[in-house]
């Protein structure tokens, strides 16, 4: 199956780069950053890809698409990956989060046109999102060393095996229907897109202001995914004995 298969070359990627040459830097060692030489020669392989193709595409994208429009997409783009966020509250034990996810799914598949609109908000369900790497790291896998992967950015080896086993939690990678390969590109291709064009001004400021960009990232994505594991409660591993 393509997305299984996709899978697995992005999770050989990963390995990979584990194989690159180490450093002994302290400042990298202390961000859990022994390959660094490598991760930023595949940064600046992501940034040219991005800055050449990605970035010019999503900037024209917001501006021949109305918004209106756009956040229709977004909403059912979000609304698909609703499966992945319910089974991953399910394996977390995580039952009144399961429970907004699912009753989510439900009314925006129904009342929301498919998930164009988002109703359940309206009605006082809370949307949040889960993955197979927030799982793994509410288990108490550690991140493992940082890795950069070709064109999909940071992915430790605990959120890439996240993807991974993500793609075998979605039901749309066994269902099977006339147009099937047609819908996964365009999901595929589309979920990139939506989620580029909404971090135009964002990505462009953080590195507008950013002394060492890839650092930056680097930081800005291990607390973001340190805090989606805590479902943002504060970090007290740091606290005092007392």
Not at 136 to 162: F, K, Q, T
Request: proline share 6%; glycine share 10%; charged share 20%.
């Amino acid at each position: 199956m393509f997305r299984r298969s996709l899978a697995l070359s992005l999770l050989l990627a990963g390995t990979a780069l584990g194989g690159c040459a180490t450093t002994s830097n302290p400042d990298s060692l202390a961000q859990n950053d022994p390959y660094e030489p490598g991760n930023r020669k595949v940064f600046a392989f992501n940034q040219g890809l991005d800055k050449h193709v990605a970035l010019p595409v999503a900037k024209f994208y917001n501006h021949a698409v109305p918004e209106f429009a756009r956040d229709r997409i977004h909403n059912v783009l979000y609304n698909l990956d609703l499966p992945i966020t319910f089974a991953n509250d399910v394996l977390q034990g995580e039952a009144e989060r399961g429970a907004e996810t699912f009753g989510r799914l439900a009314i925006n598949s129904t009342f929301g046109l498919g998930g164009m609109f988002d109703v359940a908000t309206k009605w006082g369900l809370p949307d949040h999102t889960e993955d197979f790497g927030q799982t793994l790291g509410v288990w108490g896998s550690g991140e493992g060393p940082y890795l950069v992967v070709p064109l999909i950015g940071p992915a430790p080896p605990r959120d890439l095996a996240g993807k991974v086993a993500d793609n075998f939690l979605d039901p749309f990678t066994y269902a099977r229907f006339d147009g099937y390969w047609t819908f996964t590109y365009v999901r595929a291709g589309m979920g990139v897109l939506d989620l580029r064009a909404r971090n135009v001004d964002t990505l462009e400021q953080i590195e507008r202001t950013s002394v060492d960009y890839y650092a930056t990232q680097r930081s800005l994505y291990r607390q973001f995914r340190n805090s989606e594991i805590r479902n943002g409660a504060p970090d007290s591993s740091d606290l005092p004995d007392l």
